[in-house]
């Protein structure tokens, strides 16, 4: 197998072959034309996802640690999803932006790039993988869900993750050299060495395609369709049972809420990789099973993989919209942390730096204080506990024999309370 061959098979040999053709504004065949459009649409479209996508990447990080989910084993893979799929976006954009300009050749520059990306997409996949496997326990084994599936496993798990993604993607700095460009001898590009050119393949079938995309396609697809099956069998249950709730209704609701988010996450992710896969073991068969490529076909399978990994790289932009499309629980979880950064940036603006009605409830805070011990002794006082998944609310309630609201242990508390039929307050929830 020449070298060639291996440089129409690298990332950047559309660029260097349209440059050489005289570019798409030039005449030439329709196998090169589209070529050209599909390089043109891959260009365009991962400049525009890439930014977008690490925005809102960020934005889920940021309501994944700051909000009252960050404790949860489900925060922890999504937040190592939204760091890994960042990492892919930036090193996807700097190759489409460099590769276009032709501003450097440089092994100093695109190993390094090259094996983060590949380390980012193979433990964006495994991630998948694991809340996916998470997600399973928790509807097939649910009185081990609290056991199994903790924040402790979760960051052991993406440790592991991390270092099996890094070993795996060690090659490049093996295979990989400075040489000679086959076009030009008097260049040199970063390209795989004339003397690996099989083990180079080898390891983009194992690894770059087969760990990284296949085998995780496969294992969702499995546990995705065991675990929604469960689903429906325990929600036929639910129907046959009585009407009547218990006190884990809201609680089994919620984790319901949950998986529900995370499998759509997980099956977009299949739907979305399923055509690049396949039109990258086709291209593969074509151009290296059966010999020597006719070029315009070869264009062609170019071309159409060059589509398909525009579905592929969407894989690591959209999550934060499923998220805000499937998940509930993220939904509000999101408007409480920025309506508490809003609250706080309206406080800084203050002249004093604290808000006039801070200082009303601070004053309050210590009358309430002093009354909470007589609250206590005249009335009755009642400690609940208000839980979610991956999170819990103490609410107290304090009320009075006369039914006026005596004290409380937080200052805003009976401005929320509710009222009885003279307008004194009854009862107040935290």
Known sequence: MSNETVVAYTNHSNVRFMSSAGGCDAPSSLDVQFLCLAFLAEYHSILVMAPLGMVCNILALVTFLA????????????????????????GDMLEVLVTAQGWTESCFFWLPLWYLSAVGRCMSAWIIVTFTIERFVSVAFPLKRQSICTAKRAKQMIVVLLLFSLASNAYFFVLFDYIPSVSNPNSYRCNVKPAMIEEYLVCSIVFKIGMSIILPIVIVVVFNTVTIRILDVVKRKRR?????????????????????????????????????????????????????????????????????????????????FLYCISGTVFRSELSFVFRN??????????????????????????????????????????????????????????????????????????????????????????
């Open 341 to 430: 950064r809003t609250c706080q940036r309206q406080r800084s603006m203050s002249p004093t730096g604290v808000s006039s009605n801070t200082i009303v409830n601070r004053r309050n805070l210590h009358a309430s204080d002093r009354s909470a011990a007589a609250a206590m002794q005249m009335g009755t006082y009642h400690k609940k506990t208000d839980t979610t998944e991956g999170s819990q609310r103490p609410s107290v309630e304090i009320s009075s024999k006369d039914g006026h609201c005596v004290g409380s242990s937080n200052s805003s508390i009976c401005a929320s309370s509710s009222s009885g039929p003279n307008g004194n307050v009854v009862e107040s929830k935290l």
């Open 67 to 90: 909000s009252r989910l960050r404790d949860t084993s489900t925060s922890c893979y999504l937040v190592g999803l939204a760091v890994c799929d960042s990492v892919v976006l930036l």
């Open 240 to 320: 046959q049972m009585s009407s009547k709730k218990n006190d884990s209704s809201d609680e089994q609701s919620l984790i319901d809420k949950t998986t529900a988010m995370l499998l759509v996450t997980s099956t977009c992710y299949v739907v979305l990789a399923i055509p690049y896969v396949v039109t990258w073991i086709v291209t593969y068969f074509y151009q290296y099973i059966e010999g020597a490529p006719d070029r315009a076909q070869s264009r062609t399978y170019s071309g159409i993989k060059k589509i398909t990994h525009i579905f592929y790289v969407m894989n690591f932009a959209i999550n934060f």
